[in-house]
């Protein structure tokens, strides 16, 4: 057998193997509402070719690639628990248990290792909890899209209806129009799954999810419970209101909360999940996501706060134009953006940095921030300039952050790549809020500065799903348990 042939039915048999994985990944998501991981990845509803991606994937965090052949017979033992809902994360099962020299076999180490999932420890699955998105710009098709893809269980949180303008009466084809626009996605591809429009009951229905399409331009007109809808989430994403008052506007009869995605103003706390998201008080109504980029780079931040201590810094973000700015030179409020976005580099400003203090409160550092929108649809860059409490070096950071992104609580928010030649819409689609560039970090001395990747819109998306899962109870525990 030729060296070709060889590698061909090494293929074949990795292929074959990923194939007898997607059913136990299936049912173990429908029938135990447990999600399972590989290095902070969902396998659910993944394809044969995206398992393996994913697993090779873990060689640029981990240094080696992960083989499906180390993977399965942790994923074949946790089909034989009595597992309640979790996120389990095969990939750190297989890591573990290299490293474990008490000489158990892969069953009894898997059922030690998510011990809490199990019997009488685990969690019981809880109803499903109502969500309305009230706007459906951007980031709340891209939302729709996370909700509908979670809602596999039927014990998650269950995206009811979607508030549009319109109060005053709509266009014959504007419901087949927004259901064009969630089904295809010039950024982010085709929806996964089949859409459908029931016009004689003014709903979309997308992958069995039927979601109601409400007409009103105020949102005291909207009555939810009229709907079905009770003790439900509100995203709100128009950014209209960002203030405790405006936002309370929202809180209607089947509306119970009310989750901002843009920076909040005044007292509104604002939340970066996997950061300060444990300080929501439980009787909070009214919170905000923050923005895209502090959602970024308050993660790595954190980080090296922990680790090395942070005197001072500043924030540079290179950011995808939006829907904010104009196609073509006109008038806008704003000085710059009113000059064509797809034309040219336009300095504005962020809010980020003096965000960062409500998301890291016993930071002390002084952060400053300024950002460049640059002729990118998608995906954005900030460099992170830090000045620390004390020396290091390239290597230590990198080692720092990579173990981070590997087995810290912030293993979800901060992602890690080493291939050299990265560029932005590589990063189209990461869930993770912020992806550290190792080949163009820079470290001297005291002097630390980073180089951060962030999916804009989706990484986002993905934050604020997360946010609106703890809020709603339905986030559930990893396993094995990230390292503190």
């Not at 049912?27 to 969902?42: A, I, P, Q, Y």
């Not at 999916?455 to 503190?484: K, L, M, W």
Request: hydrophobic residues 40%; glycine residues 8%; proline residues 4%.
């Amino acid at each position: 057998m030729t060296v070709n042939e060889d590698s061909f039915t090494n293929w074949n048999t990795r292929e074959e193997i990923a194939e007898s994985m997607i059913p136990i990944i299936g049912k173990l998501h429908r029938e135990r509402d447990v999600n399972v991981l590989l290095h902070s990845r969902s396998l659910v509803n993944k394809s044969v070719v995206s398992i393996l991606k994913t697993h090779r994937f873990a060689r640029q965090i981990a240094g080696d690639e992960l083989s499906v052949t180390e993977t399965l017979p942790f994923l074949q033992a946790l089909a034989t628990l009595d597992l309640g809902p979790s996120q389990i994360d095969i990939g750190m099962l297989a890591a573990t248990y290299k490293t474990d020299d008490r000489g158990l076999s892969v069953e009894e180490f898997t059922a030690e290792a998510v011990a809490g999932a199990t019997g009488a420890n685990k969690i019981e699955r809880r109803e499903g909890r109502d969500v309305v998105l009230y706007g459906f710009g951007r980031i709340g098709r891209l939302v729709a899209r996370l909700l509908i893809e979670k809602a596999g269980s039927g014990n998650g949180l269950r995206l009811r209806a979607i508030v549009v303008r319109g109060g005053g009466g709509r266009a014959a084809d504007d419901l087949v129009k927004r259901a064009s626009l969630l089904r295809r996605d010039s950024i982010h591809g085709q929806f996964q799954g089949t859409i459908t429009v029931d016009e004689a009951n003014g709903t979309i229905v997308a992958n069995g999810n039927e979601i109601k399409v409400i007409y009103a331009d105020d949102p005291a007109s909207v009555d939810y419970t009229a709907h079905g809808i009770k003790n439900a989430i509100l995203i709100d994403n128009t950014g209209k209101w960002r203030d405790r008052e405006g936002l309370s506007k929202h809180l209607r009869p089947g509306i119970d909360k009310v989750v901002l995605t843009a920076p909040g103003k005044g007292d509104v706390p604002n939340i970066v999940h996997g950061v300060n998201h444990d300080m929501l008080k439980p009787d909070e109504q009214i919170l905000s996501c923050a923005s895209c980029t502090t959602n970024a780079i308050v993660p790595p931040l954190k980080a090296m706060e922990d680790e090395y201590g942070v005197l001072r810094g500043h924030v540079e973000t290179v950011h995808s134009f939006t829907n904010d700015q104009n196609l073509l030179d006109n008038y806008h409020k704003s000085e710059r953006r009113g000059r064509s976005a797809p034309l040219n580099m336009v300095i504005t400003e962020t809010g980020a940095a003096s965000a960062v203090a409500k998301a890291l409160p016993d930071l002390k550092a002084k952060i400053t921030g300024s950002s460049i929108r640059v002729p990118v649809p998608n995906v954005s860059i900030a460099i992170l300039n830090l000045q620390l409490a004390r020396e290091t070096t390239r290597e230590e950071v990198l080692d720092h952050l990579r173990d981070v992104s590997l087995t810290s609580p912030l293993k979800r928010q901060i992602d890690f790549i080493s291939a050299p030649d990265a560029v932005s819409s590589d990063f189209i689609g990461s869930r993770h809020s912020s992806i550290i560039d190792a080949g163009a970090t820079k470290v001297e001395g005291d002097n630390a500065i980073l180089y951060l990747w962030y999916d804009n819109e989706f990484g986002y998306s993905c934050q604020v799903i997360r946010v609106v899962q703890h809020v709603s109870g339905v986030e559930y525990p990893t396993y094995p348990a990230p390292v503190v």
